[in-house]
């Protein structure tokens, strides 16, 4: 069974700060992605990352970057915490394949900025 | 760019009853369609999911149908039980890429 793991469920910072969230999956996939959910909204992607050291940006980006240093992780970084970043954070990872593949979540990590 | 777009937001049901999901989207090119559940303080977890070369699937009281013409596509659940409450979104895919573009959710409400 593919299991996402996230590092944190809850995480409370304050605004300007740099915070880091952390996604490891343990399927091997080669695709792991970032995404935000707000009430209302759906989950909307931040970021996408189809290979290490790649990453491409999903549809709403400003104000995140990424790094995947290694296949297993993907970090989303917000470079200056700001109160509208206040989310629910979705990390997932999938195989490629031709034709669409699953996609498969993590627990989420619910972000508060203060 | 793709855009799904997901009807009805909410949804309440007697159990025992039929609820049906329905999504659109614009982009012909679109080959994969998943449906996953999230309910309340968990993760969003694959329920179905339907490839273009298909019309219909079916797995125990739940289905899904492809209109490729139309570009919509549906999700039927029958007989609805209480712990079918959730929040259900529909996702399209592009063709050739991984990526997954997401319904805005359904939240379903089944009444015992």
């Known amino acids: 069974d593919v299991k996402v793991t996230q590092s944190s469920r809850y995480l409370v910072k304050r605004t300007g700060e740099k915070v880091f969230l952390e996604c490891v999956q343990d399927m091997d996939h080669e695709n792991m992605f970032w995404y935000r959910q707000d009430p209302g909204l759906g989950l909307r992607l931040i970021y996408f990352s189809y290979d290490v050291k790649m990453k491409e940006k999903g549809d709403i980006p400003e104000g995140y970057s990424v790094s995947r240093e290694k296949k297993e992780r993907f970090s989303l970084i917000l470079e200056s915490a700001s109160t509208n970043q206040t989310s629910m954070y979705l990390c997932?990872?999938?195989?490629?394949?031709?034709?669409?593949?699953?996609?498969?979540f993590g627990d989420g990590t619910r972000l508060s900025i203060l | 760019g793709e855009n799904v777009e997901q009807h009805p937001s909410t949804l309440s049901v007697q159990e025992g009853d039929s609820a049906v999901i329905k999504c659109t989207y614009s982009?012909?090119?679109?080959?994969?369609f998943p449906w996953y559940k999230q309910e309340l303080g968990k993760r969003p977890q694959l329920i179905i999911d339907?490839?273009?070369?298909?019309g219909e699937k079916k797995d125990q009281r739940i289905a899904v149908t492809l209109n490729k013409t139309a570009k919509h596509f549906s999700l039927h659940i029958t007989e609805t039980q209480p712990e079918d409450s959730a929040v259900y979104f529909c996702?399209?895919?592009?063709?050739?890429?991984?990526?997954?573009?997401f319904g805005t959710g359904t939240r379903l409400q089944v009444f015992p």
């Open positions: 996702a399209a895919t592009l063709l050739n890429t991984d990526k997954l573009i």
């Open positions: 997932a990872s999938s195989s490629t394949g031709t034709g669409g593949q699953p996609q498969h």
């Open positions: 339907i490839r273009s070369n298909v």
């Open positions: 982009d012909s090119a679109s080959n994969y």
